[in-house]
T-cell receptor, first 114, second 110 residues
Framework: SAVISQKPSRDICQRGTSLTIQCQVD?????MFWYRQQPGQSLTLIAT?????????ESGFVIDKFPISRPNLTFSTLTVSNMSPEDSSIYLC???????????FGPGTRLTVL | QKEVEQDPGPLSVPEGAIVSLNCTYS??????FMWYRQYSRKGPELLMY????GNKEDGRFTAQVDKSSKYISLFIRDSQPSDSATYLC??????????FGKGTRLSVIA
């Protein structure tokens, strides 16, 4: 299994600002993903974080709004840029270990935009 | 049609009941099936993992996959108040992101 941590665990931000969320995994993972979960909803995939190259974004999500980095196999960041209240959500990092296809999740970052 | 369909509930049962949670999926390429449990204000926690068809049992939890009918089930025996959470089913074809159901909110009443 993999243990995934995220920082910050929560934040309250002003409209128009940006927040970078960090994701750290305790072991190497083959794939890392970023999800968004709005209140009472399921998980929506934002993008796949690719090591050393640009992330692969899902429909409806763009790099200018959600720039992602993954400099190595155990670390990734997601930035929520030029925030608006609609960006208020829980942002979750997940990873797939090399030995299995199971995905493990971090505890999430609860973002509130005022 | 969404690739993974799940009744969001809520589902409320008395303590000790057998709980049945279900999902259907449409993508025949799906080979991996998972159930996650998510407590309020926490990240999803992997509960059960099944590859292809069949049953898998772990303590009070049993996961079933019927690929012929594209049906995924999770059974919880002797349910406890601590089982109260949202349960998410998820599937993938392998080395691809999971596709999640909406989640079913379960309450087990003491």
């Amino acid at each position: 299994s993999a243990v995934i941590s995220q920082k910050p665990s929560r934040d309250i931000c002003q409209r128009g600002t940006s927040l970078t969320i960090q994701c750290q995994v305790d072991s190497q993972v083959t794939m890392m993903f970023w999800y968004r979960q709005q209140p009472g909803q399921s998980l929506t995939l934002i993008a796949t974080a690719n090591q050393g190259s640009e992330a692969t974004y899902e429909s409806g999500f763009v790099i200018d709004k959600f720039p992602i980095s993954r400099p190595n196999l155990t670390f990734s960041t997601l930035t929520v840029s030029n925030m608006s209240p609609e960006d208020s959500s829980i942002y979750l990092c997940s990873g797939t270990t090399e030995s299995t296809d199971t995905q493990y999740f971090g505890p999430g970052t609860r973002l509130t935009v005022l | 049609q969404k690739e993974v369909e799940q009744d969001p509930g809520p589902l409320s049962v008395p303590e000790g009941a057998i709980v049945s949670l279900n999902c259907t999926y449409s993508n025949s390429a799906f080979q991996y099936f998972m159930w996650y449990r998510q407590y309020s204000r926490k990240g999803p926690e992997l509960l059960m993992y099944t590859y292809s068809s069949g049953n898998k049992e772990d303590g009070r939890f049993t996961a079933q996959v019927d690929k012929s009918s594209k049906y995924i089930s999770l059974f919880i025996r002797d349910s406890q108040p601590s089982d109260s959470a949202t349960y998410l089913c998820a599937s993938s074809s392998g080395n691809t992101p999971l596709v999640f159901g909406k989640g079913t909110r379960l309450s087990v009443i003491a």
